[in-house]
């Protein structure tokens, strides 16, 4: 299926289908404030689970207007069946790949293993989820749900989502990135551990400004099984400790909702490196650096949004100061680092050591 407008039709067709199936859906949308707009989501009761991690972002119904609304739909007890279109064929009922497939206007993401679709319609504000069965749901998509409706959504937002970690204060945040392994999740929950506040080991998003905000996500946190030791604090709060084939997760505003911070000004951005010092240092980095370590996982994890995704990024990276992190082995020590160097002028002088 290559012809624009044969795939135009069919993505209409589909969008016009979810949009039918939506007064099966609960009449009352749950709200959250998510960068600092209003977005309506509306989920079947066991679609409704997948919102947990949102909610630290719930807010009021004070009549205001969303600015997206979502509908989230779980086929096997909603009843709702996508139609019979040549995409639906080829990504849903042949075993297809991992599929991204956009029109003017409409972008939609196929996840056939997951058993989960994604659509975007941006000039009707309204989005879609349809989940092939809730129940099974990989624990990924509880920890991020959405995560591809909401990167679409923040591109047309100045902003976009970002593959990283976030900690900090009311007076300001570092950005943490780095790709998997390279102690993103583990800085982070030291740092929380410490005291900082806490935005996420995993996904944030960034609106362009001067200067850039950060904003959560998801209030998810993910660890390594073999560090879970390190962890007994939260030993109560995992939600998914018997499947040994998956990263222990849990959610920050249950684990430490005093932590919980969800949004703030982005006063640097750190690249991390196990360098398994004696004491974590803190030292200049380049702007080609960190875009090296952001850009990679957070284009390829989100189809559709590439090219305007790493342009973001690249304004980013040269918009903030870039650090880097040569981390010691021990977690208070590194929470100690990141700790001073929120610190007023403690970022200015982390720029100036040779």
């Known amino acids: 299926m290559n012809d624009a407008a044969d795939v135009a039709s069919a993505l209409s067709l589909l969008a016009a289908a ?66 019979d279109t040549a995409i639906t064929r080829r990504r849903f009922k042949h075993d297809g790949g991992l599929g991204a497939v956009a029109a003017p206007g409409i972008r939609a993401f196929f996840q056939p293993q997951a058993g989960v679709l994604s659509l975007l319609d941006e000039p009707r504000r309204r989005a879609y989820c349809w989940l092939r069965c809730a129940a099974v ?15 679409w959504w923040m591109l047309s937002r100045d902003g976009a989502l970002l593959h990283s970690a976030a900690v900090g204060g009311i007076g300001g945040s570092v950005l943490i990135a780095g790709p998997s392994g390279s102690g993103k999740s583990t800085t982070a929950l030291a740092c929380q551990a410490a005291g900082l506040g806490f935005t996420s080991d995993d996904y944030v998003l960034v609106r362009s400004g001067a200067p850039p905000t950060v904003h959560m996500a998801y209030s998810t946190a993910k660890v390594v099984r073999t560090s879970l030791g390190a962890h007994d604090g939260y030993r109560n709060h995992f939600r998914n400790l ?14 430490a909702p005093e932590r919980v ?12 490196v196990v360098a398994l010092r004696r004491s974590t240092r803190i030292v200049p980095a380049t702007a080609a650096e960190l875009l090296r370590a952001l850009a990679p996982s957070s284009i390829l994890l989100f189809p559709l949004a590439g090219a305007i995704a790493f342009r973001r990024m690249a304004a980013l990276c040269r918009a903030v100061p870039c650090l880097r992190a040569e981390l010691s082995e021990d977690p208070r020590d590194i929470a100690g680092a990141f700790t001073r160097l929120l610190r007023d002028g403690a970022i200015a002088a982390a720029q100036a050591v040779a």
């Open 18 to 83: 979810l949009d039918d199936a939506v007064p099966r859906l609960p009449a009352a949308p749950r709200l959250y404030r998510i960068a600092g707009a209003i977005v309506a989501m509306r989920a079947g009761n066991r679609a409704a689970p997948l919102l947990e991690a949102f909610t630290p972002l719930g807010i009021v119904d004070d009549g205001a207007a969303a600015t997206l609304d979502v509908f989230i739909f779980d086929a096997a007890t909603d009843g709702v069946e996508l139609p």
């Open 137 to 151: 749901l990989p624990y990924y998509e509880h920890a991020a749900p959405l995560r591809h409706i909401l990167q």
């Open 242 to 255: 018997d499947r040994d084939d998956e990263k222990p997760m849990l959610f920050m505003h249950e684990a």
């Open 261 to 272: 911070l969800c949004s703030f000004p982005l006063r640097a951005l750190v690249l991390p």
